[in-house]
Nanobody, 121 residues
């Protein structure tokens, strides 16, 4: 089991930046690939980005490539999502997730409670 708690969401103007954090507790953090997903009102949850257990490999959705950066600090049991050049369409609840194995875009086992990101135009 691993427990995940996101933080760092908020309200930002278009073009601005935010950094989300996800703190993990429980079993060994470095055993898990980590991902970020988001869900906008009235839409299905969608994959944003994932990172491998070591942090050496990443997998981005096309919609955020070049604007978002995922990283992790296994010593601090934390994964980060740096979001730059934010757009109104990035508005969503952002969820952190963990899974054993590949840093893919689906089949995550553990989820945080989410943090709201709102981008105003």
């Amino acid at each position: 089991q691993v427990q995940l708690v996101e933080s760092g969401g908020g309200l930002v103007q278009a073009g601005g930046s935010l950094r989300l954090s996800c703190a993990a507790s429980g079993r060994t953090f470095s055993s898990y690939a980590m991902g970020w997903f988001r869900q906008a009102p009235g839409k299905e949850r969608e994959f944003v980005v994932a990172i491998s257990r070591s942090g050496g490999n990443t997998n981005y959705a096309d919609s955020v490539k070049g604007r978002f950066t995922i990283s992790r600090d296994n010593a601090k049991n934390t994964v980060y999502l740096q979001m730059n050049s934010l757009k109104p369409e990035d508005t969503a609840v952002y969820y952190c997730a963990a899974r054993v194995g590949y840093y893919g875009d689906r089949e995550y086992d553990y989820w945080g409670q989410g943090t709201q990101v709102t981008v105003s135009s």
